[in-house]
């Protein structure tokens, strides 16, 4: 009701939010902090779903559905970015646009499209503006899809198992606990919105944007460190630009990379719980090196830790599930009795009896 999209006021328009219109202020710092916990959540949710291997058969188009809601949140939060019109914003935004321009053929035709003008001006803030409201309600009927799927397969468990028998009933027990977790998440939420709304932002981003002047340090928000951590790893524009698409698709395709996997819960596989540990310790070391300048030792730590990365999708995750497919094959007649092998081979439960001898083994 009250921005302006109009690049001559528009800096302006959101102080005046800020400070004139009755409760403008906690609105906004709602709705820019309510951004950094809407990832931290997701990103939690990632985690978990990695961990506990929830996206393998039969819930791949479950998780394949969350990676396409991940994708379009990453693009409404940077189209939302530049909204304020701000100097980190203009910048973030010029310096991430400006790699579609590499694309052969069509890249500077993509480029015209989406800024709207030969450079970041009033059209691309009307098209952002138009794309940041837009974008939520495909992610919201993305969502409904998402839970469709969950309530199609149902959902993982810490073991692994899937029970059809004793359920336990959403409410009260879940309920609770899910209750417990949204009251623990708005107390930090609220504690930023209240006392340090600014602290999850960029000091530049108070200053007007101006196109002639480059801010010393680009640095976008804290839930793009990682993929711009991966995208500065090389000097190239197009392998940059590549390497952020290959990012996206194995992401996308991750079930996929995992087709080997015998026994989901991690409780029961601890090679697979180390890996996906340093995995995670990998990608928070990205996210660090995306808020440092490029240079030594930096930038060798970034491409080291992109490479790695990229080893785990298509070398190690893949090779974690062959490896305790061997060993199912290689061990599991020696800790079952002969009489049982018919019954029990291809269960779950001849896993579980095969994984936790084997490991005792090795």
């Excluded at 819930?59 to 559905?65: A, D, E, G, H, V």
């Excluded at 015209?112 to 409201?133: P, Q, V």
């Excluded at 059809?164 to 009933?169: A, N």
């Excluded at 990365?309 to 995750?317: D, E, N, T, W």
Aim: proline residues 4%; aromatic residues 20%; contains cysteine.
């Amino acid at each position: 009701m009250f921005y302006n999209a109009n690049s001559d006021i528009v800096f302006n328009v959101v102080f005046d939010l800020t400070s004139e219109v009755y409760f403008g202020w906690w609105l906004r710092n709602i709705h820019a902090n309510g951004a950094s916990f809407f990832f931290l959540v997701v990103y939690l949710h990632m985690c978990r779903s990695i961990y506990y291997c929830s996206f393998i058969y039969p819930r791949q188009l479950l998780w394949m559905s969350g990676a396409v809601i991940w994708v379009l949140m990453i693009a409404t939060a940077f189209m939302g970015y530049i909204l304020p019109w701000g100097q980190m914003s203009f910048w973030g935004a010029m310096v991430i646009t400006s790699l579609l321009g590499a694309l052969p053929g069509v890249g500077s035709d993509i480029l015209l499209l989406l800024w709207g003008s030969y450079s970041i001006d009033n059209a691309t803030l009307h098209r952002f503006y138009s794309l940041h409201y837009t974008l939520p309600f495909v992610i919201l009927m993305l969502t409904i899809l998402h839970i469709a799927l969950l309530h199609e397969f149902g959902s993982n468990n810490p073991l692994g198992l899937s029970v059809r028998l004793d359920h336990i009933p959403f409410l009260p027990y879940y309920g609770i606990k899910d209750s417990f977790s949204l009251i623990i998440v708005l107390i930090v939420f609220f504690i930023f919105v209240m006392i340090a709304p600014d602290k999850l932002g960029h000091s530049d981003n108070f200053i007007l944007a101006n196109s002639l002047v480059t801010p010393a340090h680009i640095v976008p928000e804290w839930y793009f460190l990682p993929l711009y951590a991966i995208l500065r790893s090389v000097t190239d524009k197009l392998l940059g630009i590549s390497l952020i698409g290959l990012t996206i698709v194995v992401i996308l395709f991750f079930p996929y990379f995992c087709k080997g996997f015998i026994i989901r819960s991690t409780i029961f596989r601890p090679l697979y719980g180390i890996i996906v540990w340093i995995f995670f310790v990998d990608c928070f070391l990205l996210g660090w090196i995306g808020s440092l300048p490029i240079m030594t030792p930096y930038f060798e730590i970034g491409l080291a830790s992109t490479i790695l990365f990229f080893i785990y999708f298509f070398f190690l995750f893949p090779l974690v599930g062959n490896i305790e497919k061997l060993i199912f094959h290689l061990y599991s007649y020696r800790f079952v009795d002969i009489e049982d092998k018919n019954y029990l081979k291809g269960s779950r439960l001849y896993s579980f009896i095969f994984l936790i001898n084997s490991y005792k083994n090795i």
